[in-house]
T-cell receptor
Framework: AQSVAQPEDQVNVAEGNPLTVKCTYSVSGNPYLFWYVQYPNRGLQFLLK??????LVKGSYGFEAEFNKSQTSFHLKKPSALVSDSALYFC???????????FGSGTKLNVKP | GAVVSQHPSRVICKSGTSVKIECRSL??????MFWYRQFPKQSLMLMATSNEGSKATYEQGVEKDKFLINHASLTLSTLTVTSAHPEDSSFYIC???????????????FGPGTRLLVL
């Protein structure tokens, strides 16, 4: 079974500081991992994904994520947070056999000016 | 590219009526679309997988007679909430799978969501 966990309901960070949003995964087989962002009353926007290759994946809006196989983690990072980054972030894993996405519970990111 | 639209964006209806929500892939063909439901401050719950030209596959616990799904073309899927009740009030989001980009690295593209309020 495929699943992801986001241990933090909320992350608070000051503008200009680095941010990390945590995600751990549990998969059978190769992990296909994704990060999405959701702004209020909007659908999800794709940020980045890890399929294979380099452990550090770069995505949209300056975000990146580090795949760590030994720790089964796929944390989302950004070197310098912006107030406009405040949103709800979802980690997801794709089950290639059933072609389904399984989402984490979401982490609300608050970036204070 | 890879834009998915939903209509309406917001709907208010009376209890007992039916509501139809449309999901369209605007610049690609989607053999598969997915319908999710999201409760306030919670994650997305997959309701069903909609396949063009065939019956939808529903997740466990989702009433197929309550949530009717039709995927009539490669760019349109509809979700009809029949005999809606206040507990059906929620945020419904669709996503689509680009038939040209299937495989290990494929990404789902999400619509903006539909807010349903049943009075």
């Amino acid at each position: 079974a495929q699943s992801v966990a986001q241990p933090e309901d909320q992350v608070n960070v000051a503008e200009g500081n680095p941010l990390t949003v945590k995600c751990t995964y549990s998969v059978s087989g190769n992990p296909y991992l994704f990060w999405y962002v959701q702004y209020p009353n909007r659908g999800l926007q794709f940020l980045l994904k890890y399929i294979t290759g380099d452990n550090l994946v770069k995505g949209s809006y300056g975000f990146e994520a580090e795949f760590n196989k030994s720790q089964t983690s796929f944390h989302l990072k950004k070197p310098s947070a912006l107030v406009s980054d405040s949103a709800l972030y979802f980690c997801a894993v794709r089950d290639p056999y059933f072609n389904k996405f399984y989402f984490g519970s979401g982490t609300k990111l608050n970036v204070k000016p | 590219g890879a834009v998915v639209s939903q209509h309406p964006s917001r709907v208010i209806c009376k209890s007992g009526t039916s509501v139809k929500i449309e999901c369209r892939s605007l610049d690609f063909q989607a053999t598969t679309m997915f319908w999710y439901r999201q409760f306030p401050k919670q994650s997305l719950m997959l309701m069903a997988t909609s396949n063009e030209g065939s019956k939808a596959t529903y997740e466990q616990g989702v009433e197929k007679d309550k949530f009717l799904i039709n995927h009539a073309s490669l760019t349109l899927s509809t979700l009809t909430v029949t005999s809606a009740h206040p507990e059906d009030s929620s945020f419904y989001i669709c996503s689509a799978r680009d038939r040209r980009r299937t495989g290990e690295g494929e990404t789902q593209y999400f619509g903006p969501g539909t807010r349903l309020l049943v009075l």
